[in-house]
């Protein structure tokens, strides 16, 4: 039925689903993992799937202008089964594992920034950085600190207004400060990350270093 629904409707052709590698998971009597054998003894079906589709910001902006090879979103089905030991339902759940991998937009950062020096809670530290020529900076840009592993821009554990907190200039980088007292007196692994307010994203990030 699936597969007629696919060759029929244009919207579910760009689905994908992962083989089906597990037993049909409907209809079950209750609390078992025997089909069922009521007096209608439905034939049993895999009625719960998981189907899926990328569509990323090429898409979204104007269908069909870019093509497919140039998708900057890549997700693979790392696993896909059903879970027969749940009975509180005529059903088996059905669940999906999937790797998602972001493919870069640019090769090279538009910004690429290091800690200077020594970096600890006792002083003031240095932050030097240098942007490519087209680069649309703005005074509303900072760079942030953040713990390796962080997950979200706004994970920063402090951060430094590119034009505020500037110290020195020339030609090829500029440099800003970071006040001490917000450093992590406990230390550990960080890294550095410069925020575009015009393009709203993280475009340069520091190789990590110790506090």
């Known amino acids: 039925?699936?597969?007629?629904?696919?060759?029929?409707?244009?919207?579910l052709k760009e689905f994908k689903e992962g083989p089906l590698l597990f037993?049909?998971?409907?209809?079950?009597?209750?609390?078992?993992d025997v089909y069922d054998t009521s007096e209608k003894k439905r034939k049993p079906a895999w009625t719960d799937r998981i189907l899926w589709k990328v569509r990323n910001s090429y898409e979204a902006s104007k269908e069909g202008e870019f093509p497919e090879?140039?998708?900057p979103i890549s997700v693979s089905l790392t696993n896909y089964i059903s879970h027969m030991s749940y009975g509180i339902s005529d059903h088996k759940p059905v669940t999906g594992t999937f790797k998602l991998e972001m493919k870069p937009l640019v090769s090279d950062p538009l910004v690429t920034l290091n800690a200077e020096g020594e970096w600890s809670a006792e002083h003031d530290v240095l932050i030097r950085y240098s942007a490519v020529r087209e680069f649309?900076?703005?005074?509303?840009?900072?760079?942030?600190?953040?713990?390796?592993?962080?997950?979200?821009?706004?994970?920063?554990?402090?951060?430094?207004?590119?034009e505020d907190d500037e110290i020195a200039s020339n030609r090829d980088s500029k440099q800003v400060y970071m006040s001490g007292s917000e450093i992590p007196k406990m230390g550990g692994e960080f890294l550095l990350c410069y925020y575009s307010n015009n393009l709203q994203s993280i475009v340069g990030i520091s190789e990590p270093f110790q506090v």
């Open 136 to 162: 649309p900076s703005s005074a509303w840009d900072w760079i942030g600190l953040f713990q390796v592993n962080f997950r979200h821009v706004k994970d920063y554990v402090t951060y430094a207004w590119v």
């Open 69 to 71: 090879e140039e998708n």
């Open 1 to 11: 039925q699936l597969n007629m629904a696919k060759k029929k409707e244009a919207f």
């Open 23 to 32: 037993k049909p998971t409907y209809k079950f009597d209750l609390y078992s």
